[in-house]
């Protein structure tokens, strides 16, 4: 097996708090960032950051459909961990001013990790699996512009 990684970056015009509150607001603002790959979307636990549960189903291709139920932490205060405890899953959120751009810039890079599939199947999820879930990543990154940057 091997670690799959996969990273999507924006950079977005609003106070990097704002939009980091809005990433943690599971319950609001959260669902309307998630494009259509993303069902049964459901907070089981809290809803504003640490200590929330998720659950969902996320299809990232045709044929693949993952259940997710995810602890969301807090390690940092620029930084949100949602951990699957179906898989080896983890995604982080990080959101961070943009230096060259003075105040009002927020860079969101969202990096996800799980540990492959191994064989020929395993070179498949490497090879299609980083590419569909960017581009749902994306996706969530307009979403999330559009949101904050009103």
């Known amino acids: ?18 939009v980091l509150d809005a990433i943690a607001d599971y319950k609001e603002v959260h669902p309307r960032l998630l494009p259509e790959q993303f069902t049964e979307y459901e907070v089981r636990k809290g809803g504003d950051g640490e200590g929330t549960v998720l659950y969902f189903k996320l ?12 602890d969301v932490t807090e390690p940092r205060d620029d930084t949100l961990v ?14 961070v001013p943009v230096a060259e751009g003075g105040t009002g810039q927020a860079r ?3 990096q996800t990790t799980w540990e492959g599939a191994g064989g020929v199947g395993g070179f498949f ?3 299609f699996a980083p590419r569909a879930l960017r581009s749902i990543y994306d996706q969530i990154l307009a979403n999330l512009a559009t949101e904050t940057e009103k």
């Open 1 to 18: 097996m091997a670690l799959v990684e996969v990273v999507a970056r924006r950079d977005i015009k609003a106070e990097p708090d704002d």
């Open 59 to 70: 299809q990232a291709t045709s044929r693949r459909v993952r259940e997710c139920l995810l």
């Open 82 to 95: 949602e951990t699957d405890r179906n898989s080896t899953l983890v995604t982080t959120w990080t959101v």
């Open 108 to 110: 969101v890079t969202i």
């Open 125 to 127: 999820e490497r090879l």
